[in-house]
């Protein structure tokens, strides 16, 4: 099983970027996909995730709710983060992580996903 995140940069507070993450060796809707974000200085946190094979369950951290989307494209076995409104706490490097379906609880916990992406930066300047 292999993550690769992309799509990262850098951006001024207002603007909008998409995240990827494209997957391999194995198929989408059999894992739960999440995005994580770590600031400097900061604890590694949940952003969003997704699962099921229509990806009609989502997760949002309330930090991010209404101004980032998670959705996933299973032909491509891709998972995208939309982030609009991007504010200077945004800032962070961001992962992507699979988690078994079946035995995840928490979704926002890093320690449920057990396969885990290279991280893209995201800068937002003010």
């Known amino acids: 099983v292999q993550l690769q995140a992309s799509g990262g940069g850098l951006v001024q507070a207002g603007g909008s970027l998409r995240l990827s993450c494209a997957g391999s060796?194995?198929?989408?809707?059999?894992?739960?996909i999440g995005w994580f974000r770590q600031a400097p200085g900061k604890e590694r946190e949940g952003v969003a995730c997704?699962?099921?094979?229509?990806?009609?369950?989502?997760y949002y951290a309330d930090a991010v709710k209404g101004r980032f989307t998670i959705s996933s494209d299973n032909a491509k076995n891709t998972v995208y983060l939309q982030m609009n409104s991007l504010k200077r706490e945004d800032t962070g490097v961001y992962y992507c992580?699979?988690?078994?379906?079946?035995?995840?609880?928490?979704?926002?916990?890093?320690?449920?996903?057990?396969?885990w992406g290279q991280g893209t930066q995201v800068t937002v300047s003010s």
């Open positions: 992580a699979a988690a078994n379906p079946w035995t995840i609880v928490k979704r926002e916990e890093e320690y449920e996903y057990e396969y």
């Open positions: 060796g194995f198929t989408y809707p059999d894992y739960v």
């Open positions: 997704i699962s099921s094979s229509d990806g009609s369950s989502t």
